[in-house]
């Protein structure tokens, strides 16, 4: 009962506050549930009264209206583990050649398993062997033909491509080469995911996950990850094993909260920590660290 009057008495003297608590930024964020143009306890009541609110966003106002860490919703961690060397594929900035064609798929059904893909995105499938197993999967590339450069998002995966060769969507392939062309010369590099720049990374579980078998993906990371790793019982981190359809899966994860140590393509490591075991394969949930540039 205590901290119950406790939580009402600080929401209520944030709202009786002469400033509001958020008010600049709300249409960068989704908190101002009651669409009055500031974000306060009031908020909070009209979440709970809807039942489409998760429970991951209801604690990320809470976190907020009380100050916790002194941090807003769009601050996050980012953190700075030693690299490891093991897992450096190549150098930041690496450049790749290879032929372009175009294809119409990639936003829903993509071998990567990305659904839903905004449409904000152009979207491109990558040949087999630089896809590598999932490794490439949600990259973010720089690619470049005659007519232009364009910033594309992996999708998908080209079996029959060779070393180099991406699958350009349809509406994108004609803002880089002309289109009665159909297989043209491309170079591509991958650059830094635009949406890490202000959200941490995040996680999405597969259907059926539960604590005997989970399927768990990595998302909305900066960089391509390369190893996933969770916290066991003994206190020592194990290995997940990757499907080719970017899910690591595991029989001996338990039921959570996880700590996982996740290592991108460049050998940075970051830990996040308190990650709930979630049954709904819909749910996208925010971690609360970033890779560093």
């Not at 690591?248 to 970051?270: A, L």
Request: overall charge negative.
């Amino acid at each position: 009962m205590k901290k119950h009057i406790l939580l009402a008495s600080v929401l209520l003297s944030a709202a009786l506050t002469a400033t509001p608590l958020y008010s600049d930024a709300v249409g960068t964020i989704d908190m101002d549930y009651n669409s009055d143009g500031i974000v306060d306890c009031f908020d909070m009541i009209t979440a709970r009264q809807n039942s489409e609110i998760s429970r991951a966003e209801l604690n990320a106002l809470q976190k907020f209206l009380l100050g916790v860490n002194g941090k807003t919703p769009t601050e996050f961690e980012v953190q700075t583990n030693p690299i490891d060397e093991d897992c450096i594929l190549e150098p930041k900035g690496t450049v790749h050649t290879g032929e372009g064609t175009f294809y119409g798929g990639g936003y829903t059904g993509g071998h990567a398993m990305l659904d839903p893909v905004s449409h904000d995105y152009w979207i491109v499938a990558m040949n087999h062997y630089d896809y590598n197993e999932a490794q490439l999967a949600g990259a973010y590339l720089e690619v470049t033909g005659e007519l232009g450069t364009i910033k594309m998002l992996v999708t998908d995966e080209l079996p029959e491509g060779k070393k180099g060769d991406l699958d350009l969507y349809t509406d994108a392939f004609p803002l880089i080469a002309p289109v009665e062309k159909g297989r043209v010369p491309v170079s591509w590099k991958i650059i830094p995911l635009d949406t890490a720049e202000t959200a941490p990374i995040s996680f999405k579980y597969k259907e059926g996950s539960t604590e005997f078998w989970c399927g768990v993906q990595v998302r909305n990371h900066r960089y391509p990850i390369t190893k996933l790793e969770y916290l066991n019982a003994d206190g020592e981190f194990v290995e997940i094993p990757r499907r080719p359809y970017n899910y690591f899966e595991s029989r001996e994860m338990g039921k959570g909260p996880f700590t996982f140590r996740i290592t991108d393509i460049y050998g940075q490591v970051v830990i996040d920590k308190d990650i709930p075991l979630s049954y709904d394969d819909t749910e996208i949930i925010q971690g609360h660290v970033q890779f560093p540039e």
